[in-house]
């Protein structure tokens, strides 16, 4: 009887070999199979279509080997993930509802879905991509999301929804269409990166996120690049945005949060615009052919600005202040393509301080009207007197340590042809 219990002991110790699952393509299959899988199982589906919705309560594999395709025909959310430790590989993922309430989704992933793990997944015409609800510690890797097209860009679902999902990391993800490529809403401790988003709203949304990253992601024609909001502790790294509508990076509400190593060209409106944000820093930026490089307003104040270059916006800088903001620290400043600039000594920085506004830009901004005196012979000597005695001038950005050249970012070779 002691041996019989020593083996018992031995083989509870070491636990049956988890089991693969051939998933026939009949209507109800996966349902029937998942009934009879145990834990750490995968499901094997066959080529083809199975026209269902998906319950994974329990710890196991749903793989469709890249060749299966899962159609929710219009009804609720496609595939639901209730249990730990579930992986959703290798689908085409098809027909969800059309309700917002519901969060009808591709995939969604609810709060007692802790580890999942959604990767190499096609995600096609659902109102809501794939939806992290909650659900602790996800993965969503390597997936291709095309969202609605048939409403108004405001009423389509998000590529990808996170809420309250701590330690939720996205990566390698293609989303067009749809409304926003990622939305975040009240969560934290999140990873963004390396995603690339087209035709959207947002291509990344932040509300209420604090203590996350978004790095190494391409935006391309959406309406707006990077939207940061009521956030602390952000970092904004290595992203690019290539002909955003309105703005490549904006700050609403921000605080205490880096913007480092991102490229912007050729927003529209703005490279970059902070609404009330405050104590960031921004360095090592490149702002090129934006209506304007960077505007501040709402009271944004004490943002660290050094070595970032302004190339070729029609304004480089819009800041309205009565005092003088200093935008060089230890002997460095930032580039400025407009600035002619001489460096006599050979270090690499001007030997003149750059000032981007003048008294003229603080009337335009306030008086647009005023454009009409532009060419005046008025508008020209009160901005040459501004030039020979910088005294008259009413306050703003200075950077006394101007660069000469222009530092480049990494990121500007993810897109070398502007997509």
């Not at 990767?119 to 939806?131: A, E, H, P, Q, S």
Request: with cysteine; net charge negative; glycine share 10%.
């Amino acid at each position: 009887m002691r041996w019989l219990l020593t083996l018992g002991l031995i083989l509870s110790a070491f636990p049956s070999q988890a089991a693969d699952w051939d998933v026939p393509n009949r209507a109800g299959a996966i349902a029937e199979t998942l009934a009879r899988a145990a834990e750490g199982d995968t499901l094997r589906l066959r080529p083809g279509t199975y026209f269902e919705n998906v319950v994974l309560d329990k710890p196991v594999t749903l793989d469709g080997g890249g060749r299966a395709t899962i159609d929710g025909q219009g009804n609720g959310s496609v595939i639901t993930v209730t249990g730990d430790n579930v992986t959703v590989e290798g689908l085409t993922v098809i027909g969800s509802g059309s309700e917002h309430d519901g969060i009808d989704s591709g995939i969604q992933l609810l709060k007692t879905a802790d580890a999942p793990i959604i990767r190499n997944n096609v995600l096609l015409g659902n109102l809501y991509g794939i939806d992290v609800h909650g659900a602790d510690d996800a993965l969503v890797s390597n997936n291709r999301i095309e969202g609605r097209q048939d409403r108004r860009m405001n009423a389509r679902g998000n590529g990808i929804y996170v809420w309250n999902a701590p330690g939720a990391i996205v990566e390698g993800n293609e989303v067009r269409w749809g409304r926003d490529g990622i939305f975040v809403n009240s969560s934290k401790k999140n990873i963004f990166r390396n995603n690339t988003f087209r035709d959207l709203r947002f291509a990344v949304h932040y509300m209420y996120a604090d203590n996350t990253e978004v790095s190494g992601n391409v935006s391309i024609g959406n309406h707006l690049g990077y939207a940061v909001m009521f956030s602390t502790r952000v970092k904004v790294a290595d992203n690019v945005s290539i002909n955003d509508r309105d703005h490549g990076v904006m700050l609403n509400y921000a605080n205490r949060s880096v913007i480092t190593g991102n490229y912007v060209k050729n927003a529209t409106e703005k490279c970059t615009f902070l609404y009330n944000s405050n104590k960031n820093d921004f360095s090592g930026n490149w702002f090129q052919g934006c209506g304007i490089g960077i505007h501040f307003t709402a009271g944004s104040d004490d943002n660290r600005i050094v070595g970032n270059s302004f190339i070729g916006n029609r304004t480089q800088v819009k800041y309205v202040s009565t005092k003088w903001v200093e935008w060089s620290e230890d002997g460095q400043g930032n580039h400025w393509s407009d600035f002619a600039a001489f460096d006599v000594d050979g270090d690499g920085v001007a030997d003149a301080p750059y000032r981007p506004n003048d008294s003229m830009d603080h009337v335009l901004w306030t008086q647009p009207a005023a454009k009409m005196l532009l060419g005046s012979p008025a508008v020209q000597l009160v901005r040459w007197s501004q030039s020979a005695f910088p005294a008259l001038l009413p306050g703003g950005v200075v950077d006394s340590h101007p660069l000469m050249q222009a530092p480049k970012p990494p990121a500007i070779a993810k897109v070398p042809h502007d997509g």
